[in-house]
């Protein structure tokens, strides 16, 4: 059996996305997740270019062998791109060895570890009546675990509060396609966020109780001892996590951070191999590894990371935003079954333009996910969907300081 065709596949419904389509000499199709948000086209001509060409009449069973030449071939290894090219051909292979085997990919990796994925929803507010209102409505939708994240006076725009008001006039909505072609610019204060956030977690504590998993996620704006600081204020509303407190390249800022709080940590989404991982795990400075199948090399690379975190108890919490296609969510849904050490899986719902053009076999019920079993990774791309969604150049924010000066989005 032999790789006959690589095609990567661009579209936009919503919000762009990167896919890569292998077909088996025998008309068997694997699919995988190339998405880098704002940089799409970077791994779209990574693919296109310099990895299609190579896969060409390779044994699409030789999954481990072909991650191998793919990211030791390159010489210049790590980095966004790079792995989230090798992640979109893992993920396809994966996809196919299912259809071939007649099984979901999770039936390959070890079977069902449990039932389903308990996952958490994103709740927010302008204000604290509307974040009541957010968490409320997610409730109700099943979730059993929120994150919460609040405007904050004294900041005008900021990350992870939907429909709040940018400079440009537009509603804040997460899906940037249409946003126009330069990143729109949001504000930041540290003082303001640490003053308020723990007043936003005593109040849901006292409306929603002490049982309800709560989590917030700092977008890495604060320096080690600011993130101590906060973590501590935060404690006695006991949350599940505080996700990426500070920037998480100095991992030795993650000390500070430990030496003065209980608040359980969750780092490692921008992260891309095993590597960014090593010091964070092995001396046991964070609980929860936030990799996504898509930017960290795709299954192969994610069950390794894990099994490196079960030796020291921390647990995944895989990065599950929309800008993971359904592809790579599905990926890291067939992990997060297989693996004994999940912890838990974020869940922000596609758009329906993007179900249009991704039909999952992916649930959602009473607040668990399921990847389903339809045989490989149970995500079929629709391509005459697909082409009413062309391309639209679109970026991330970024963000400044109120006197301009460039911070950390
Ligand atoms: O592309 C950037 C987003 O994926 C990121 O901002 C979302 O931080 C995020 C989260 O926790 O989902
Ligand atoms: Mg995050």
Request: hydrophobic content about 40%.
């Amino acid at each position: 059996m032999k790789i006959a065709s690589a095609e990567v596949l661009i579209t936009s419904p919503t919000r762009n996305f990167v896919t890569l389509k292998l077909t088996t000499d025998g008309g068997i199709t694997g699919l995988g997740d190339a998405t880098v948000n704002g940089r799409e086209l970077a791994a779209a001509s990574y693919l296109r270019d310099h990895v299609a060409p190579l896969l060409l009449g390779l044994d699409p069973h030789r999954i481990e062998d072909t991650w191998q030449y793919l990211y030791r071939g390159a010489y210049w290894r790590r980095g966004p791109i790079t792995m989230a090219a090798i992640a979109a051909v893992d993920m396809a292979l994966w996809d196919i060895k299912g259809k071939i085997a007649g099984l979901p990919v999770y039936q390959l990796i070890g079977g069902a570890s449990r039932n389903g994925l308990l996952a958490y929803g994103h709740a927010s507010g302008t204000s604290q009546s509307g974040l009541s209102e957010s968490i409320h409505e997610h409730l109700e939708k099943g979730y059993r675990a929120i994150r919460v994240q609040s405007a904050i006076p004294g900041i005008h725009a900021l990350y992870g509060v939907a429909d709040q008001p940018q400079a440009s006039g537009e509603r804040y909505d997460y899906e940037p396609a249409g946003r126009g072609a330069r990143p729109v610019e949001e504000d930041w204060d540290t003082a303001a966020y640490i003053r308020h956030v723990p007043q936003v977690f005593e109040a849901v504590r006292q409306e929603f109780g002490a049982e309800l998993p709560l989590l917030h996620d700092s977008h890495h704006r604060l320096t080690p001892i600011e993130a101590a600081k906060l973590a501590r204020r935060l404690e006695p509303y006991d949350l599940f996590w505080l996700e990426d407190c500070t920037p998480a390249e100095n991992q030795q800022g993650l000390r500070i951070v430990r030496q003065h709080t209980t608040t359980p940590l969750a780092i490692g989404e921008v992260f891309n191999t095993v590597w960014d991982f090593q010091q964070l795990i092995t001396e046991q400075l964070i609980d929860y590894v936030r990799a996504a199948a898509t930017h960290f090399g795709g299954i192969t690379a994610l069950r390794k990371v894990m099994d490196l975190a079960a030796q020291y108890q921390i647990r995944s919490g895989f990065h599950g935003p929309t800008d993971i296609s359904p592809v790579g969510f599905a990926a890291q849904l067939h992990v997060g079954l297989a693996i004994h050490n999940f912890g838990i899986q974020e869940y922000m719902e596609h758009s329906s333009a993007t179900n249009e053009v991704f039909r999952q076999s992916m649930t959602f019920k009473d607040g668990y996910l399921h990847p389903g079993e339809t045989p490989g990774l149970g995500v079929e791309f629709d391509e005459s969907a697909a082409a009413q969604f062309p391309y639209q150049p679109a970026y991330l924010p970024v963000s400044r300081l109120h006197d301009g000066t460039m911070h950390d989005w």
